[in-house]
């Protein structure tokens, strides 16, 4: 065992770049990070010591935040660990496979020159895209830039070609014989590592081979490596599943028909710990995704569980107890890994209970092309971007990309999350884009720039309990609060020190609302907080607790779902705390300020149940029905044939984590069919959005528990070349924002039914068809009056201090 490794010697004695005293004083305070991942003592000792080399080496960039850039060093060093473990083990494996079965020497030669013919043979670009990863160790990205096409086309060529390579191998002899016989070969070039090029060969001959040795060696233990929490001496009771073709796993939950729709359930197992298990599929597709890579935390330590080909994984550490979702990594996805102890997706193991059919989402790495231009509408070569930030803040402690140069076309290729700001500099001179709707359509993005002021303005304070005492470890974020729909002003992230302080940064002089979160705390929000304010105190209370079920129309526990908390003020909602549960009890609780709480839970394959609850609350039970059904298919308006991936979901407020968020809806299929579960009674308007076409909102739908609705052919509309999107819907043509009592008009539309009743920005909109605004909020006003083109509906309006009611028409429009 090694000495436990002190950071202020090694700061001490060492000499460092700007920005690395920075990096080594926080090194500290992610020590429970290090713990958490591995064994108390050591081998947390051994992660923060990388870290520190790491910062000495490589200091950070001094613009860069240096806690999450450290929490991504040592969970990168964690992963690197336990992948050379389990190669080291899989080179043993394939050594006593030579030991065990009686392989010819010439067989093995052979097979190595029918893997040579079957690469010299197979079609392009297969082949060229194998060998520049395998041969010339280039990167998937190297290759998409030399060949002029996305790094998802390269990553599906390398996968094309593999398989066809074993295609070829299988005709040659059976698959276990040419396993066995390449096993060897590429487990001793994986120990050579004079050469890159050779190991890189290995792992083409390692990917081909897939387990099969492995599974042969191990066919009578089990059958895969067993994850080990972090401060226990033995393997937890559930494997990590492999990812190899063909491996046996955990019971298969098997593609829904309908993705993203599959229900949980709870079931009998014996377990010391208890077990929940699911999938992680593909948002933009509803596949599963393979290879990806789930820890867990909890007061055990760490446990990661790897899912298997169609994305099952299993979580069944081997004793019950509380857990959150820390981090999803999978290649080519957006990785889900929030602030160090701030996910919002909790599991709670029960002994001899299993939670299946858990559903988590990963979003794809999309290539987005952004383009720098001057006021004249130039490009500009050498602008810096650099990514701001993103509502959610769910890349923090494992970053892709945030920083790019444009070419001499002003042009550059980038990975983000919805919803996330960009900023463009060169000099004086920068701007800022947002990844809207738009550019999740198009994959376009143009950022103008000018001279303009930087957005260099801080706020900084400290977070305290209700005794004044500093709170560490506090998620605090600044949202600009101008609630404009695509505001290039991004959200702040920063987490208190032992201290309390924080400092958010990158803040322009607007206002701000600011909001801290920590468990066993209520949360607490302050608006009005303008760029460059320091010495902003947040006191956080212990609260009062709100706990209940969530249950079926019958009382049985619905075991996997997403909560929202929601404070009314008038018409408007503020969403003061989000999670996600898994439990096989159906129970949660919450820590909020004393007072009524709208509370609104959601479940995959489920209609939502809302109720009203006054904390504290011990009791709150929330009810989901079945909902109503929705089939239909979603074709082109231009020549009638189906559009598949296409996303179809409920036109309501979302909200919670990424990975398991409130309003989900589902994908069409690949005949652009669907079947939207869960729809809640009364009227349904759905929205539907597809690469490379027009949005649109179908209406003039009424839902009741137990039906089916449908079927309904949407026909979505082509995008031209250089088109800018638009959102085809049936309604008034208002927009609306929640103002008190009523529900403010902020814009007409030209040729709508409000201009031509009269309506004007500035206006308030009191009730529709009857009912208040107060009672219906901003999602159900809107869903009234949505509806049939021709149609109209009742509008209390206030005008200046005159309160009319107008009947308005129901017409097509374009936003």
């Not at 051994?46 to 520190?52: E, G, I, K, M, S």
């Not at 450290?70 to 083990?89: D, F, H, K, P």
Request: aromatic fraction near 4%; charge should be negative.
């Amino acid at each position: 065992m090694t000495a436990p490794y002190d950071l202020g010697q090694h700061l001490a004695t060492s000499r460092h770049a700007p920005g690395v005293s920075d990096a080594i004083a926080e090194l500290e305070g992610l020590r429970a990070l290090a713990r958490a991942l591995a064994h108390p003592g050591a081998d947390a000792d051994d992660l923060l010591q990388d870290a520190a080399v790491a910062a000495l080496e490589h200091p950070p960039d001094v613009e860069r935040p240096v806690k999450p850039w450290l929490a991504t060093v040592i969970l990168n060093r964690w992963r690197m660990n336990r992948r050379a473990e389990a190669r080291r083990r899989a080179r043993e494996v394939a050594i006593d496979v030579t030991e065990t079965i009686e392989i010819d020497p010439l067989d093995r030669a052979r097979m190595l020159q029918r893997l040579g013919d079957a690469l010299v043979s197979l079609a392009e670009p297969f082949r060229q895209t194998v060998i520049a990863r395998y041969l010339d160790d280039k990167s998937c990205a190297q290759i998409a830039r030399e060949a002029g096409v996305p790094a998802g086309t390269v990553r599906w060529r390398l996968k094309t070609g593999l398989d066809r390579l074993r295609a070829a191998l299988d005709d040659a002899a059976p698959r276990r014989h040419w396993q066995l016989a390449l096993a060897p070969a590429g487990a001793l070039m994986t120990t050579l590592k004079t050469k890159t090029k050779v190991s890189i060969l290995a792992l083409l001959l390692l990917l081909l081979v897939g387990g099969a040795a492995w599974l042969l060696v191990h066919r009578d233990r089990a059958q895969h490596e067993a994850p080990v929490a972090a401060g226990s001496s033995s393997p937890a009771r559930a494997p990590v599943v492999a990812a190899t073709p063909g491996a046996a796993a955990v019971p298969v939950a098997h593609a829904e028909p309908t993705p993203g729709q599959g229900r949980a359930r709870v079931e009998p197992l014996e377990l010391a710990g208890g077990a929940a298990a699911g999938r992680v599929i593909n948002w933009s597709t509803g596949d599963g995704v393979p290879n990806a890579e789930l820890t867990f935390t909890g007061e055990l330590g760490a446990v990661t569980v790897r899912t298997h080909d169609d994305g099952a994984f299993e979580l069944a550490p081997p004793a019950p107890g509380g857990y959150t979702l820390t981090a999803i990594a999978a290649t080519g996805f957006l990785p889900y890994a929030p602030e160090l102890a701030h996910s919002s997706v909790h599991v709670m193991l029960a002994k001899d209970r299993a939670v299946r059919g858990v559903t988590v989402f990963l979003f794809p790495a999309l290539d987005y092309h952004g383009r720098v231009v001057d006021e004249t509408g130039k490009p500009v070569a050498g602008a810096r971007v650099k990514l701001l930030g993103t509502p959610l803040g769910e890349q923090a402690i494992d970053r892709p990309a945030t920083d790019w140069v444009a070419d001499k076309d002003g042009a550059f290729v980038f990975h983000a999350a919805d919803g996330a700001v960009l900023e463009a500099a060169v000099g004086d001179r920068r701007g800022w884009g947002v990844l809207d709707g738009n550019v999740a359509i198009t994959k376009q993005l143009t950022i103008p720039i000018a001279k303009t002021p930087p957005r260099d303005a801080t706020i900084t304070g400290h977070v305290v309990d209700s005794e004044g005492k500093p709170l560490a470890d506090v998620l605090v974020r600044a949202d600009p609060d101008d609630h404009k729909l695509q505001s290039t002003r991004a959200t702040a992230f920063a987490t208190s020190g032992n201290d309390g302080a924080y400092e958010l940064t990158g803040l322009d002089r607007e206002a701000y609302e600011l909001s801290a979160d920590v468990e066993d705390h209520a949360p607490v929000t302050k608006k009005g907080v303008t760029g460059g304010t320091h010495d902003v105190t947040l006191a956080l209370s212990a609260g009062a607790l709100l706990a209940g079920t969530v249950t079926t129309a019958d009382g049985d526990p619905v075991p996997s779902f997403t909560l929202l908390a929601f404070k009314r003020d008038g018409a408007a909602k503020r969403i003061v705390t989000s999670r996600s549960v898994i439990a096989a009890s159906g129970a949660f609780a919450l820590r909020v300020e004393p007072g009524t709480y709208d509370l609104l839970a959601s479940s995959s394959g489920w209609a939502p149940a809302q109720v009203s609850a006054t904390a504290p609350a011990k009791d709150v039970k929330l009810k989901l029905s079945a909902g109503a059904s929705l089939a239909g298919q979603v074709v082109s308006a231009a020549d009638h044939k189906p559009v598949p991936y296409a996303r179809v979901m409920r036109e309501a407020y979302g909200g919670g984590a990424s990975a398991q968020p409130s309003n989900a809806g589902t994908v069409t299929r690949e005949d652009g069919t669907f079947e939207l579960k869960g729809l809640p009674p009364g009227p349904i308007s759905i929205m539907i959005a597809a690469d490379s076409f027009h949005q649109k909102i179908e209406a003039g739908m009424t839902a009741t528990d137990g039906t089916a609705l449908g079927p309904l052919t949407i026909a979505l509309t082509p995008l031209a070349p250089g088109e800018t999107p638009t959102l085809e819907l049936v309604g008034i043509g208002v927009g609306l924002t929640a103002d008190g009592d009523a529900l403010k008009v902020t814009m007409v539309m030209p040729g709508s039914g409000a201009q031509a009743a009269g309506i004007v920005a500035g206006d308030d909109v009191l009730s529709v068809d009857g009912i208040s605004v107060t009672e219906l909020g901003v999602d159900g006003a809107v869903a009234h009056i949505r509806g049939t083109a021709g149609t109209s509906v009742v509008i209390e309006l206030r005008h200046g201090d005159q309160v009319t009611s107008l009947n308005v028409e129901r017409r097509k429009l374009k936003a």
